[in-house]
Structures are given as structure tokens and as C-alpha cells.
């Protein structure tokens, strides 16, 4: 009876079953495999796997593999691409065990293969999104940290720069005009950030109408002209469905080298961008 059990599981599971001895060869293919591989039963048995499901570039270290699982007598879980009937790649998780003979010799691997690709899309789709502004498309506060935290590791071998910049009259904008208005800045001066801080810059919102923007590799002088063309290109008028609306940006920055506490730099590029508001603010009052 369980014989049986066993043989129906194997021929009715959606899971990709097959057993290979240790040279490669197929031994065992369900039904499921052989309809993912468009291949028969007797298309597939003596056939090495390698050159049936497993993507060209790892065929050597499958090979490889299993070689190794059959001589120690140990096997691990592995994921992989393999290839469909029509050549299509698709991600398999494997869980992988070697089988012994009566003898108790090693002499073959078992895998139970699941097709987790649309899975592990859906999983980095919501990772995506985790890290991500809704609104503007760019990195959000937690993902912001993340990147510069990683910029301030001990081991980096460079500086980095930080800007904290703060919009201007934004608040007007959505007041006179709307919160579609003021969406539609928003927006639009991520874009703007994200031109000026280049290839290699990070860009994060962080919050309402404060933005960040990091640049590996930032001296002193470097991170004074950065601000400077943020100041201008997001100073221009932008163009919104109630006509050209104009916003200022105050910008703070601070360098940090390796080994600073990412706390620390945004803290000083927040204070820097504090004082440049201040002094805008008291230069407009006289």
C-alpha cells in the first residue's frame, strides 16, 4: 500500500520529480517534468540532465554537483533557472536528496523540484515597493538610510556627500492651486534631483516636501556646486496642469566619511539646510 501511495504522489504531484545517478544520467522523470521538458519518459531516461533542463552556463557545475552529492553522500536545497520545452527559463527551488542502495553506497539524487518564479517576481515586486515613494517613484526614508548606511561602511574607501533639501512655498501650492498641483511638484522635482545627482547619486524622499540626495565620492567643493545646481534647476518654473508653478529649495549638506553614523551626517546636512532657510527667510524680510 505505501508503494503505491508513493508511486501515485510522484506521478500526480505538479512538482518536478526526478532521480539522477551520479554521472548525470536520468533515471526517473514524472509526469510533470516530462510535460515542463515537452519530452517522454523514453526521450528522457539515460539522457543526462544536464543538457535537457539546465541552463547552459551551469551545466558544468550541476554536473559537478551531483557528482559531488553521490561521492559525500550529502545533498543541499538549491535554486536554479531551467529551461521549458520551448526554452523558456523558469526559477526552480530544489530540494535535493542521495539515495542508497541496499549496500547502504550512495548511488543517485532525488530532486522535488518548484517552479518559484512568478513567486520570487511577486517578492521582489513587494520589496520593490517597500523601498520606494508611492508618489514620486524615487527610494523612500527607510531604503535612503539603507543605501547610505552602506556608503558609511568602515571598509568604504571613499566620502560621501548629503544633501537635505526642503521646498520653498510649497505649502502655497497646495493651498492656492491643490494637492493634485502640488503632487504634480513633487513629482517633478524628484525627476529634477534625480538628473542633477547623476548615475552614481541616490535620491529619496523624506518626508512631505523634504528631500535627500546622496553622492559617493563628495569632497567639500563638490558637494557646494551640487547644491548649487539643485538651487537652480529646481528653482525653474514647472510646468502643471494650472499653469507654471515656481518653488524655492533650501539645501543643507554635510560630508561623511567611513565609519560616520548615517544619524549623524543627515543630522548635520539637516541643521546646514536649517541655516540656509534662516538666512533666506531674513534676507527676504529686509
Known amino acids: 500500500m505505501d508503494a503505491r501511495l508513493a508511486h501515485e504522489f510522484v506521478e500526480g504531484t505538479d512538482a518536478l520529480v526526478c532521480v539522477v545517478d551520479g554521472e548525470g544520467r536520468i533515471l526517473l522523470a514524472n509526469p510533470a517534468l516530462q510535460r515542463f521538458t515537452g519530452r517522454t519518459l523514453d526521450e528522457l ?8 533542463w539546465v541552463v547552459p552556463e551551469h551545466r558544468a557545475l550541476a554536473v ?10 550529502r545533498a543541499f536545497p538549491q535554486e536554479g533557472d531551467w529551461l521549458t520545452a520551448d526554452g ?15 549496500d547502504g553506497r ?8 518548484i517552479d518559484v518564479t512568478d513567486q520570487r517576481r511577486r517578492e521582489a515586486v513587494l520589496s520593490e515597493r517597500a523601498r520606494t515613494d508611492r508618489l514620486t ?3 523612500n526614508r527607510g531604503a535612503f538610510f539603507e543605501e547610505l548606511t552602506a556608503r558609511l561602511e568602515p571598509a568604504a574607501d571613499r566620502d560621501c556627500g548629503v544633501l537635505f533639501c526642503d521646498l520653498d512655498g510649497f505649502k502655497v501650492v497646495n493651498d492656492v492651486h491643490g494637492h493634485a498641483v502640488g503632487d504634480a511638484v513633487l513629482v517633478e522635482v524628484a525627476a529634477r534631483l534625480c538628473a542633477e545627482a547623476g548615475p552614481d547619486g541616490v535620491v529619496a524622499r ?3 516636501d523634504e528631500f535627500v540626495v546622496l553622492r559617493p565620492g563628495c569632497d567639500e567643493t563638490a558637494l557646494d556646486d551640487l547644491a548649487a545646481a539643485v538651487r537652480e534647476r529646481v528653482g525653474a518654473p514647472v510646468p502643471t496642469a494650472a499653469g507654471p508653478v515656481v518653488v524655492g529649495v533650501s539645501v543643507g549638506g554635510a560630508l561623511g566619511r567611513p565609519g560616520a553614523a548615517p544619524d549623524e551626517v543627515i543630522a548635520r546636512a539637516d541643521r546646514a539646510m536649517y541655516g540656509a532657510k534662516t538666512r533666506q527667510r531674513r534676507r527676504s524680510e529686509r
Open 64 to 73: 559537478d554537483a551531483v557528482g559531488r552529492a553521490v561521492a559525500t553522500g
Open 106 to 113: 550512495p548511488y543517485a539524487v532525488a530532486c522535488v523540484g
Open 45 to 52: 531516461v539515460g539522457r543526462s540532465f544536464a543538457d535537457v
Open 206 to 208: 523624506f518626508g512631505g
Open 137 to 139: 517613484g524615487i527610494l
Open 88 to 102: 523558456t527559463r523558469r526559477l526552480i527551488s530544489m530540494q535535493n536528496n542521495v539515495l542508497t542502495g541496499a
